[in-house]
């Protein structure tokens, strides 16, 4: 959220960017910390979150290997999309702009990141 926030307000307060010309960017992948660099598709990671609300920090152990520990990184659960979508609603920018967007789940989905930003974004 924080580096959200960070560049919506460098390009507008600093390069002078007018507010409703500047999106916020949401990815719907996820990376794997550490090396080598891998990300994986928001709907690879489901099935570890069956009602669609991956956190943002994950960490798993392989149970066939318990000292081999991976930790991902997604920046979009539920709770930080909904404040990066009110943060520019609030502040008058542009709106969300997603990147791949094939790495979700069809929209006929509850479990949608698309259903849900359209949710978030259509909320009073």
Request: positive net charge.
């Amino acid at each position: 959220y924080t580096g959200f926030v960070k560049w919506l307000e460098l390009y507008h307060n600093e390069l002078g960017v007018p507010r409703e010309k500047l999106f916020g960017g949401v990815g719907f992948y996820i990376k794997k910390q550490g090396k080598p660099k891998e990300t994986y598709n928001y709907r690879t990671f489901i099935d570890w979150f069956p009602d669609g609300n991956i956190p943002d920090e994950i960490t798993r152990i392989d149970p066939v290997d318990p000292e081999n520990v991976k930790k991902y990184r997604f920046n979009n659960s539920h709770e930080t999309l909904s404040r990066k979508i009110q943060y520019v609603k609030d502040h008058g920018y542009g709106g969300i702009m997603i990147w791949a967007i094939n790495h979700d789940l069809p929209m006929s989905d509850d479990r949608s990141m698309l259903r849900f930003v359209h949710h978030e974004v259509h909320k009073k």
